[in-house]
């Protein structure tokens, strides 16, 4: 069988799901994305934005000397430059400071950041530096005293969510990729002719889709669809919540600022972000289980100020906040979160031509599709996978979303610059069925100000129906 005539059916459209379709697709095959609500609406719209080797796994690395430890920050910080790359209005290199008070400190933390920076190579982004005391507080003027000076190191910054969303609308338009959104798979059945998945799509239809093979890419809900097939098969996922805040009215952040260790042992991020805001978080909570909405618990609200308050002596307003569910996957489900792999994890059922793809990052989304398809064709296929199409840039063409805001070019609400013709855009590729699709996963505007996201919301919501029409 030709590729093109193999039909690949992916459940999930967060990080995972869209790597898997692009490494697919660019080998031909025929992809179908299922998604239970919106592009990038679940953990891949709720991370800390960076694009990253991870220099906690590296210290980890260090401390543990394991190989694998290794690998997977100098796999991640090769992918870095290549997301980095690969849509350059969504992407950025950021500067990330690392603040010293001791000898001790400037030492071993310098040694750290270059072995960070060397593994890097050949994909680096520019060596540690280190900032004295006096330029640090010119860099950070509202940092409390008794710093005596910092590492300053590279790693990229993004806009998780829409990269996500303009990730999937390059695949339709350079691949043919198919991504039905608020299309829910209910149930996965393995069959002599191939995989067949139960759909139930928003208006309630219940309709059935059969793959060559099905790739289950629910991150935090991957154990639900893997006991569908087998009841009896023991859980492998675990959630942590990690919790960020969005703070407004405060200086210029010039770079990201780094606390390496809080009194339990976390490392936490103050980052610059949209808007002069300042990004802060996370936080590593184990969780029961993934809700679609994570709120943010007051005591971990109160976790990320008093730590930001703890360096910093500035006050600002809390405009957004925002939590996700870390999936991590177990051998054991008796191991705590902490110490579950945060690497991904393939599992391959034969019998069924199921792949679970779990855990993982989003800086390494490529690599993780990458690698299904490897387990793909060397599982189901016994054949060496095939090099496929090069794809180093995934910006899809605007062309028709700008000429519709030129035709309808009403703002949303007056003084905002969200045009009716963007809405009608999105509506028409069917990829928008409730507001919030718009104002969180066109505009991102919850995670900037959720008081603006709310009056984008209420003005939306009026035009909603109206809006639907011009879009047929
Ligand atoms: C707090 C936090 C901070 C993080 N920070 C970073 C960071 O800075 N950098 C980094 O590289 N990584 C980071 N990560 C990791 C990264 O965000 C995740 O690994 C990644 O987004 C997971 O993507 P996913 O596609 O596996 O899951 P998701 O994004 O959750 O996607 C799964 C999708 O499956 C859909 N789905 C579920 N069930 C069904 C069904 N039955 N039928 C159809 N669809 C279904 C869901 O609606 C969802 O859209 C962070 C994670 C967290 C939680």
Known sequence: MQSSERRLIIIGA???????????????????????????????TTSTKLIHGGV?????????????????????????????????????????????????????????????????????LGAPQWIGREAFYEYFPSVKSGINGGWMYWDGQFQDRLYAVHLALYLVQRFGVEVRTYHQVVDIQAGLKGVQVIIQSAKGEVYEETGDIVVNATGPWGDVLRRKLRPEVPSRIRVSRGSHLVLANLPELKAGFLIPRTADGRVLFILPWENHTWLVGTTDEEADAPTWDAEVPP??????????????????????????????????AQVSTARLARNHVIEVWREHKVIHLMGGKWTTFRAMGEDTMR??????????MSEGMEVSQIVPDLSELERLKLEYPSPILPGEPYLEGEVIFWKRMGWAHTPDDIVKGRWQLHLINEKRAQRLKAALSEKWQELGQKSH
Not at 57 to 73: G, K, T
């Open 56 to 124: 906690r796994y590296l210290e980890s690395a260090i401390r543990s000397l394991r190989w694998s430890d290794w690998q997977l920050v100098r796999e991640a910080l090769r992918e870095r430059k290549w997301v980095l790359n690969s849509h350059p209005l969504l992407c950025r290199p950021v500067p990330i400071v690392l603040p010293v008070v001791s000898g001790w400190e400037r030492f071993y933390y310098g040694v750290g950041l270059r072995v960070y920076d060397y593994l890097s190579y050949p994909y680096r």
């Open 299 to 332: 005591r971990e609200e109160e976790y990320l100020l008093t730590h930001l308050r703890r360096y910093f002596d500035v006050e600002g307003e809390v405009v957004a906040r925002f939590a996700g569910f870390r999936p991590l996957v177990a051998a054991d």
């Open 14 to 44: 967060g990080s995972s799901g869209l790597g898997v379709a692009l490494a697919a697709a660019r080998r031909g095959w025929r992809v179908l994305i299922l998604e239970a609500r919106d592009i990038g609406g679940g953990t891949s």
């Open 375 to 384: 387990a793909i064709y060397r599982h189901f296929l016994n054949l060496p």
